[in-house]
C-alpha cells in the first residue's frame, strides 16, 4: 500500500530568530541535511512511498532547492499550497491585515489534492525518531474501518525543551490506549521531570511528566479530509468573529470533535523515543549534538542520500 508522508511547513518561522528565515531549512548537521531530510529518511524506511510538503507559494523553490530534489530519487515528492483563500468557503473574507495562516488543521487539509490514499501528517521541524514511523505503518498496513485513526503518543518530558515554553496536546487515553480526548497546551514549561501549563503567563498549573502528549504525528484515514473541510467552515464562523486576525484551527480539535460525537476512535501509539526539535533558535545547537550522538551510535550514516 502507498501511504503518504504530510509534512506542514507553512508556518512564518517566527521563533527561529528575527531575520533568521526559514527554520525547516537550517541544516543540523555537517552534511547539510535537515530534519526533514531525517523525517523523510526514516518515513521511507518504514515504507512511506510518497511526501507531500504543505508550504507557502513563495516558498516552493526554496523546498524544492533545499530537500525536494535530493530526496526526490527515493520517494516521491510533491507541494501542496497553503494561503488564505485555500478551501475559504463561499460568504467569508480574509479579514484585513490577517497575515497569519489558518493553523494545522487547514495545512492538512490543503494536502487533500495531494493525497489519495490514508497518510500520516507531522511538523516540519521536529525529530520524531524512527519507531514512530514503524509504529505508524504498522497500523496503517492493518485493516481498519473509515474512521478508525490513530496517533503516536509521548512522554511529556521527553520532548521539553530548556530554552522556553511549549505547545502541546495534553491527551487523556482510556484503559484499552483509546484517546479520549486531547486538550492544546500553547505555553507549557519544564520544571524538574515535570511541567507547569499556563494560559495568562502568570498563573502556571503542575502536569506530570509522564503525561500523554501530542507533538502532531497524527495517523488518519482519508475521509478525515471531509471532516477537515467541514469543521474549518464551522470554525470561521466563530473565529473571524472572536479573533478575526489570530485565530488559529487546530489540527488537534478535529479528531477532539469527532470523539466527543462518538464518530470515530484514535488509537494512541506510545513511543519512548525523545522529541528534539526548533522551537528556538538556541534549540539549534542540542539538536546538532543529538544528530552527532545517534550517527555515532550507528543509528544514520554520515550521509542519507547517495546522490544528494
Known amino acids: 500500500m502507498n501511504h503518504t508522508l504530510v509534512i506542514m511547513a507553512a508556518g512564518l518561522g517566527s521563533r527561529f530568530g528575527a531575520g533568521a528565515g526559514q527554520k525547516q531549512v537550517t541544516p543540523v548537521d555537517e552534511a547539510g541535511h535537515l530534519i526533514i531530510d531525517y523525517s523523510i529518511y526514516d518515513a521511507i524506511r518504514a515504507g512511506f512511498k510518497r511526501v507531500v510538503f504543505v508550504i507557502k507559494p513563495e516558498s516552493e523553490k526554496l523546498f524544492h532547492d533545499a530537500i525536494g530534489s535530493r530526496v526526490s530519487p527515493y520517494i516521491e515528492v510533491a507541494y501542496a499550497h497553503q494561503t488564505l483563500n485555500d478551501f475559504l468557503p ?3 473574507r480574509i479579514p484585513e491585515g490577517r497575515e497569519k495562516p489558518w493553523g494545522t488543521g487547514h495545512a492538512a487539509l490543503c494536502a487533500r489534492g495531494q493525497t489519495p490514499g490514508d497518510f500520516v501528517v ?5 525529530f520524531y525518531g524512527a519507531d514512530a514511523y514503524q509504529t505508524a505503518i504498522r497500523f496503517l498496513n492493518e485493516p481498519g474501518a473509515a474512521n478508525a485513526h490513530a496517533m503516536v503518543g509521548y512522554r511529556l518530558r521527553n520532548t521539553m525543551t530548556p530554552n522556553g515554553a511549549v505547545a502541546r496536546g495534553v491527551c487523556t487515553v482510556d484503559e484499552n490506549g483509546h484517546l479520549l480526548s486531547v486538550v492544546e497546551r500553547t505555553k507549557i514549561v519544564a520544571r524538574g521531570n515535570d511541567a507547569a ?4 503567563g502568570e498563573t502556571y498549573t503542575p502536569i506530570s511528566g509522564d503525561a500523554t502528549v501530542s507533538l502532531n504525528f497524527w495517523i488518519f484515514r482519508h475521509s478525515i479530509f471531509d471532516e477537515l473541510e467541514a469543521r474549518f467552515h464551522a470554525f470561521l464562523k466563530v473565529g473571524l468573529n472572536e479573533k478575526p486576525l489570530k485565530a488559529e484551527y487546530y489540527l488537534p480539535s478535529v479528531p477532539n470533535q469527532l470523539l466527543a460525537e462518538k464518530k470515530a476512535t484514535v488509537s494512541v501509539l506510545p513511543t519512548s523515543a525523545k522529541w528534539f526539535g526548533m522551537t528556538y533558535l538556541e534549540d539549534l545547537a542540542e539538536t546538532k549534538a543529538n ?3 545517534m550517527k555515532d551510535e550507528g543509528a544514520y550514516p554520515e550521509r542519507l542520500w547517495e546522490r544528494g
Not at 507531522?122 to 521536529?126: C, E, R, T
Open 197 to 200: 501549563f499556563t494560559e495568562d
Open 122 to 126: 507531522i511538523n516540519a521541524d521536529d
Open 90 to 92: 463561499a460568504g467569508f
Open 291 to 293: 544528530i552527532r550522538r
